[in-house]
C-alpha cells in the first residue's frame, strides 16, 4: 500500500488503553499503551505523558501511581534512544533533523536550541501560517482543548512537535500528523 503511516491506529490503540485504565484493567491497558506507542517513533511521548498525567490523577486520589511514572520515564529514555540512537543508525543522523533546521542540525542541537533560547523556538512556532493551522484545529471545537485542565497535557506534544516544524505538511492539518493531537 502506497504511504501508508502506522500512525494511524495510535488514536484507537491509544483510546483503548484509556478505555482498560478506567476500567482498571491494568494488564490490558498497558499491552494498549504498549501497542500505541510502537505506531511511530513520538508517539510515546504522547503516553510518556498520559503516563505522568495519570500518575498526577492517582496522586491526587490518594492512590498508588509509581507505575505510571516509571512507564513515563521509560517512554522518555524510548523517545530518545529511538531519535538519538537506534533510528541514525538505520540511516545517516537524526532522520528528521531538516524538519527542524531552524532549531539545529541534530536532537542534541535541537533540544539544547529548545532549553537554551526560547526566542529561536518561539520566532519558528509562531508564524502567521501557523497561527492558522492552529486556529483551523481549534475552531471546530471551540478551543475547548485549551481549557481542558490535565487532559490539555495530552494535547500539547503533538501540537508542540507540529509547531516547531519547518515540513509545510506537518502544519495544514491534512495529514498524518495531527494523529498524536486526538487523545
Given amino acids: 500500500v502506497f504511504d501508508f503511516h502506522a500512525i494511524t491506529f ?11 485504565f478506567v476500567e482498571e484493567r491494568w494488564q490490558l ?36 501511581y509509581a507505575w505510571h511514572i516509571t512507564a513515563g520515564v521509560c ?6 534512544l529511538t531519535l538519538s540512537w537506534f533510528m541514525p ?9 531538516e524538519r ?24 519558528v512556532m509562531v508564524t502567521g501560517e501557523k497561527f492558522w493551522y492552529v486556529t483551523i484545529l481549534l475552531l ?6 485549551l481549557f481542558a485542565g490535565a487532559a490539555a ?10 509547531l516547531l516544524s519547518s515540513y509545510g505538511p506537518q502544519v495544514t492539518s491534512m495529514y498524518q500528523y495531527d494523529a498524536l493531537l486526538l487523545p
Fill in 10 to 20: 495510535f488514536v484507537p490503540l491509544f483510546f483503548t488503553a484509556w478505555y482498560f
Fill in 29 to 64: 491497558s498497558a499491552l494498549f499503551f504498549i501497542l500505541a506507542v510502537l505506531t511511530k517513533e513520538t508517539a510515546a511521548i504522547a503516553v510518556g505523558v498520559s503516563m505522568f498525567v495519570i500518575a498526577w490523577m492517582r496522586w491526587r486520589a490518594g492512590r498508588r
Fill in 75 to 80: 517512554a522518555g529514555i524510548y523517545v530518545f
Fill in 89 to 97: 543508525a538505520m540511516g545517516s543522523g537524526f532522520l528528521f533533523s
Fill in 100 to 123: 527542524y533546521k531552524e532549531l539545529g542540525g541534530s536532537l542534541p542541537d535541537i533540544l539544547t536550541t529548545i532549553a537554551t533560547d526560547p526566542l529561536r523556538t518561539l520566532s
Fill in 140 to 145: 471546530p471545537v471551540l478551543f475547548s482543548p
Fill in 153 to 162: 497535557l495530552l494535547f500539547f506534544p503533538g501540537l508542540f512537535q507540529n
